[in-house]
């Protein structure tokens, strides 16, 4: 027959955990007086730790206070959005139709397939040719070869 486990409920939990923390008593001997392995002890400790914010969670008037709160706010930042919302569609419809009026302009000066294009500025021509002097004396072009 195989012996009967022994299951603890959360308060005997934490009761087994304050002895250690706060009584300072080894975990070797807790887990011999309770007879639990100590990996099970380690695993209420990091439960114990995890879920500590739990005990300090606001309940009742306080939490509903702060959830009204918090819908206030939302709701006054959404109407700040649909403002923001709405002076930023009236300046794009105005740039679309100044950009609707300037490119009627355009047309005439060009189609945009093909713009006008501004005259290059004047090239500059040398009035000599570059010239090397070989090793017999002789006139050589760029290539290194007589003209």
Not at 85 to 90: K, S
Not at 107 to 113: A, V
Not at 123 to 141: I, S
Request: charged share 30%; glycine share 8%; aromatic share 8%.
């Amino acid at each position: 027959m195989t012996p009967h486990r022994q299951s603890y409920g959360g308060p005997e939990k934490v009761a087994i955990l304050k002895q250690h923390l706060l009584e300072h008593k080894p975990v070797s001997d807790l887990c011999d007086q309770y007879d639990i392995h100590p990996t099970l002890f380690y695993r209420w400790q990091k439960e114990f730790f995890e879920n500590g914010a739990a005990a300090f969670e606001q309940t009742g008037r306080r939490r509903k206070n702060a959830e009204e709160a918090k819908d206030r706010k939302i709701a006054a930042l959404e109407g700040k959005l649909q403002q923001k919302n709405e002076v930023l569609a009236e300046l794009m419809q105005e740039y679309v139709q100044q950009k609707k009026n300037l490119g009627s302009r355009e047309r005439r000066l060009g189609s945009p397939r093909h713009p006008r294009r501004l005259p290059s500025p004047p090239q500059v021509v040398w009035p000599f040719r570059q010239q090397r002097v070989g090793t017999d004396g002789g006139v050589l072009d760029a290539r290194g070869r007589p003209p």
